[in-house]
């Protein structure tokens, strides 16, 4: 089968023209013209998942964050990048990616933790014109104190840490959430009428909430990972007699808590 259906399938639910400028999504090795059998769907690309991937036999891997961004002046084993691009050329592995244009719609990286998180009514935080964009915002079904929320927040999600800013006052209703690094959308939460904003990669200063709105860091990985499972599912139902598995050995979080 051609490598071009299977990034089809996955580009009738997240077109590559939502990706932001500065994004590498699609083919990062190889291109729709390589000839696929089966496919390991993992977070980000390295040498672990292209060994896992070369070990049960996928010729293709999809993950969600690009192996390559911008330019590469050397290709060696001394980088990370190095060291998987000659991996997954080695056991002729092509590579595809699916970042900011799965995080632009609505069933994508942002929805599906919120789901997972029982926010109801879920919609885009920050929609262009035909309803697609960043970040998501929804209701819990019944209201909670912040306290009771930071622990439905790591119950729901299985983090082990969650960083937050002071707690407010008044009780949660209302939570925005964009996975990733979403430090860019705490103004527009606020906005929205935000009672928390949860996202990863908050700076200090961020965590001087604006009055009413209580921030939640609960880590890059940990907001994003869920779409490993939706990304597999998109390709078993639209092209079931693919041969696609997820990732069990190689999704690593590249940081660690003590």
Known sequence: MK??????????????????????SGFCIGDGDSEVHSALVGF??????????????ADM????????FGGIRKISGSTLTGRTVIEA????????????????????VSGTTASRMGLEDIRVLDSDADGNGLGVIGRLPEPMTPQAFLHHLKKSLRLNAVRHSRITDG?????????GSGRSLIGRALSAGADVYVSGDISYHDFYAPDGMMIADI??????VEIIQVISDIVREKIPNFA??????????????F
């Open 61 to 68: 891997v999809i993950t969600h964050h690009p192996l390559i």
């Open 244 to 257: 696609v598995r997820t990732a069990r050995n190689s999704i690593i979080n590249p940081v660690y808590y």
């Open 171 to 179: 009780p949660v209703r209302t939570v925005a959430l964009c996975g």
């Open 3 to 24: 490598a071009s259906l299977i990034a089809s399938a996955i580009e009738k639910v997240a077109p590559l023209a939502l990706q932001e400028s500065w994004d590498n």
């Open 219 to 224: 880590g890059h990985f940990e907001s994003e």
């Open 89 to 108: 050329i080695r056991h002729g592995i092509t590579v595809y990616a699916c970042h900011t244009n799965m995080d632009k719609v609505l069933h994508g």
């Open 44 to 57: 980000d690309c390295t040498p672990e998942l292209i060994s896992e991937a070369a070990g049960t036999g």
